[in-house]
């Protein structure tokens, strides 16, 4: 990258975002694009409008239930920066829904396209709604409802919606629809994470999982480890779903796994397709009959040679960093361990790979569905794979030689590649005034 005009050592950026809980992941994400800005010496008109959303929009969302009664819920979509090109964020279905999480992930969506040299802006939207306790049609009314009244900013050069919490192929083709309707044409690449038949892609199923374990066993290559890893994952969902068939078919041992219900583990190995078929059946992994339970609050400290978080935020924080046993944490998730952890781990010498590469196969997926829907061409799987493996590894390599360079652990080091990238052409651009 050319000489960057606007990142000059003797400026200093704006006084720092408040220390705030360290469970707060906005405040978390912002701690460390602070950090990130300092080191880069970001100048203070460049900080300034990198650390703040670009537009928020929250909006009420009136729903006729089947009983007769109309609720109002609370709707949000946050974009958070147009630069790179069109934004790309999930949407969110959870009725604990926060607006800081929302613009923390947005945040965090951008740095990651940006490292991952993806030509898109981060965003983030959600519903304060929990599709498990309601049927279908009503979810289907809310997802339309949401879709309608976004269509003012939604669009494949605009802001592309993609699947996050309990939001399945059948979500996306429900807001792919509702958005083409009004459009008067099928309109494939507003969304991505559809079903194959409607403009999806091959590998969209694997993607995230096999991204973490190619990067796993990079790292490892390392740290001098040699043969099949022991891997403790959390989280059975569709993520670890994923990481753990990856690790399965690359010869590794998962040796234990825990759900929001509870944990189990098996120093043999657990057989991953018996154990992901038991959950779908009973809806959690607890009572598994093939394993020992264990308290799911020990799942996190067990002795391994790489732990994947795969599960919810701040997972791993201040008051067990201490006791994490692990030779490697690659985080699947997003923002599982919190600041304060990483310095704890960081003086451990317990290496983590961050969640901005850990699940990037999230996002190259994603990308790769868009451009094939904006080519008219479905691409092969091993065509998918391939090009998935190539920039993968090409931002990690990027972000390895940066850590290096500023001797930074490498989740700030990734961050620094995103913000480098967003602030210089930021610069380029100019002010529209």
């Known amino acids: 990258m050319p000489d960057l005009d606007l990142l000059l050592p003797d400026e200093e950026p704006q006084a720092p975002t408040p220390a705030l809980d360290e469970d707060n992941p906005f405040a978390s994400m912002m701690e460390r694009f602070d950090e990130a800005a300092a080191l880069l010496g970001l100048s203070p008109d460049a900080y300034s409008v990198l650390r703040k959303p670009d537009r928020q929009f929250k909006f009420a969302l009136p729903v006729a239930y089947p009983d007769g009664s109309l609720r109002v819920h609370h709707a949000f979509r946050i974009r958070h920066n147009l630069s790179l090109g069109p934004c790309l964020g999930g949407l969110r279905l959870d009725a604990q829904l926060k607006r800081e999480e929302l613009a923390a992930l947005a945040g965090w969506t951008t740095w990651k396209c940006a490292a991952l040299n993806v030509p898109f802006g981060g965003s983030m939207g959600g519903i304060d709604y929990d599709p498990r306790h309601h049927d279908d049609r009503t979810t289907e009314n809310v997802v339309r409802r949401y879709t309608a009244s976004l269509l003012d900013i939604l669009g494949p050069e605009r802001d592309i919606l993609s699947p996050d919490l309990h939001c399945s192929e059948q979500v996306m083709a429900w807001c792919l629809d509702t958005y083409s309707m009004h459009a008067r044409h099928t309109e494939n690449a507003v969304v991505v994470g559809k079903p194959l038949g409607l403009g999806g892609t091959h590998a969209r199923d694997l993607a995230v999982g096999h991204g973490a374990v190619v990067l ?47 944990a189990v583990r098996n120093d043999n190995g657990l057989d991953v397709d018996k154990l992901l078929l038991f959950r779908s059946t009973h809806g959690t992994i607890a009572g598994y009959p093939e394993a020992e339970e264990i308290p799911g609050k020990e799942l996190l400290e067990l002795e391994c040679d790489v732990l994947i978080p795969a599960a919810t935020a701040d997972q791993i924080n201040s008051r067990n960093a201490d006791r994490i046993h692990a030779k490697l944490v690659l985080e699947a998730a997003n923002g599982p361990t919190s600041k304060r952890a990483d310095a704890i781990l960081m003086e451990r010498g317990i290496p983590v790979i961050p969640d901005l590469l850990g699940n990037a196969g999230a996002i190259l997926i994603a ?59 930021d610069n380029l651009r100019g002010v529209y005034a």
């Open 216 to 262: 796993m066993e990079r790292r490892l290559a390392t740290l001098d480890h040699s043969g099949p890893a022991r891997v403790v994952v959390q989280g059975a969902g569709a993520v670890g779903a994923q990481v753990m068939r990856a690790l399965s078919l690359r010869g590794h041992q998962v040796i234990a796994v825990g759900d929001v219900q509870g």
């Open 367 to 425: 990308y790769f569905e868009w451009v094939q829907n904006r080519m008219g061409y479905l691409w092969t799987e091993e065509m998918v794979l391939e090009r998935l493996d190539r920039m993968l590894l090409e931002a990690y390599g990027r972000a390895r030689a940066l850590a290096e360079q500023h001797q930074v652990h490498l989740r700030l080091a990734t961050c620094m590649l995103g913000v480098e990238r967003v602030a210089y052409y």
